[in-house]
């Protein structure tokens, strides 16, 4: 969907499947861990954006 507007447009997906992100085993987990592990997530995920992204973008 081009930014701004409401309309979609056919395009090509790339669907990029990482290996599990195993939480680690907490027996009382905090905000603070659910934090971390979604920090962590976040970076796997974005590192494998920025590597994959077309020059000119």
């Keep these: 969907m081009p ?3 409401l ?3 056919p395009a090509d997906v790339k ?3 990482h290996d599990p992100i195993p939480p680690p ?3 009382a987990p ?3 861990d659910a934090k971390a592990l ?3 997530a976040r970076g796997i995920v ?3 954006v920025e590597t ?3 020059t000119g973008v």
Excluded: F, M, N, Y
């Design 38 to 40: 979604a920090e962590r």
């Design 7 to 9: 309309r979609t447009e």
């Design 46 to 48: 974005a590192s494998a």
């Design 15 to 17: 669907l990029i499947i």
């Design 25 to 27: 085993a907490l027996v």
């Design 52 to 54: 994959r992204q077309p």
């Design 3 to 5: 930014k701004g507007r």
């Design 30 to 32: 905090t905000v603070r």
